[in-house]
Nanobody
Framework: QVQLVESGGGLVQAGGSLRLSCAASGRTFSRYAMGWFRQAPGKERDFVAAISGNGRTTYYRDSVKGRFTISRDNAKNTVYLQMNSLKPEDTAVYYC??????????????WGQGTQVTVSS
């Protein structure tokens, strides 16, 4: 079992940046692929980005390519989502998730509680 805790959300103006962090418990963090998802009010949860256990493979939804970067530090059991050039449509609760398989979306085995990101216009 792995527990995930997100942080770093907040209020930012359009064009600004935020870095989300997700700290994981346990000693087998590097065995998990990690993903970031988001859910806007009244909408379904959407996949944002994923990274493989060794960090060599990443994948992004089209709307964030070139603006968001997912990375991980296995020594710190932490995955990050650097978000630049933020837009109001990026406003959502952002969740990190862990799975034994690298997935470009879909269901993950473990989820954090989420962190709110609000982008003002």
């Amino acid at each position: 079992q792995v527990q995930l805790v997100e942080s770093g959300g907040g209020l930012v103006q359009a064009g600004g940046s935020l870095r989300l962090s997700c700290a994981a418990s346990g000693r087998t963090f590097s065995r998990y692929a990690m993903g970031w998802f988001r859910q806007a009010p009244g909408k379904e949860r959407d996949f944002v980005a994923a990274i493989s256990g060794n960090g060599r493979t990443t994948y992004y939804r089209d709307s964030v390519k070139g603006r968001f970067t997912i990375s991980r530090d296995n020594a710190k059991n932490t995955v990050y989502l650097q978000m630049n050039s933020l837009k109001p449509e990026d406003t959502a609760v952002y969740y990190c998730a862990a799975d034994s398989l690298f997935k470009r979306g879909g269901e993950y085995d473990h989820w954090g509680q989420g962190t709110q990101v609000t982008v003002s216009s």
